[in-house]
């Protein structure tokens, strides 16, 4: 048992240094103001829906807390359409109007990514449900 417990703790030690060689470095330094500049809001997914021909992207239905508006997103390979409805999440809802796979996208949904085993890993920024869509992320 004893050597088990040796093999369990070096596995998790290995699996840490992984995950630590895949940070990022930091990026260059912006100012304040243009942090300033995005507008993030707590969002609420109407619906969701796979894009044809895609292995990636989900089309999604948002409440912005200022209007409803579609947002893609390539998210597919780690969510399934169901499993979002309804979720309370972070959006910077005040990007330019963009195509993706000819779909325009209005928003981008705030997320994290990871390495976990050899694999990437996505986590959307949720929040608490009792949050109302619309409220600022200052």
């Known amino acids: 048992q004893r050597q088990l417990d040796k093999l369990a703790a070096t596995k998790k030690a290995n699996q840490a240094a992984e995950a630590a060689q895949h940070v990022e470095a930091q990026k260059d330094t912006i100012q304040f103001d243009d942090f300033q500049k995005m507008d993030i809001r707590v969002s609420t997914i109407l ?42 999440l972070m959006a910077i809802v005040n990007l330019p109007p963009r195509k993706m796979m000819g779909l325009e996208t209005n928003g981008m949904l705030i997320s994290a990514v990871h390495h976990e085993n050899g694999e990437e890993k996505l986590h959307l920024l949720m929040v608490d449900p009792h949050i109302p869509a619309g409220a600022k992320l200052y």
């Open 47 to 88: 619906s969701a829906e796979k894009v044809a021909k895609t292995k990636k992207l989900l089309k999604l239905k948002v409440d912005t807390g200022i209007d409803q508006r579609e947002i893609v997103s390539g998210i597919a390979e780690h969510f399934t359409p169901e499993e979002l409805i309804g979720k309370t």
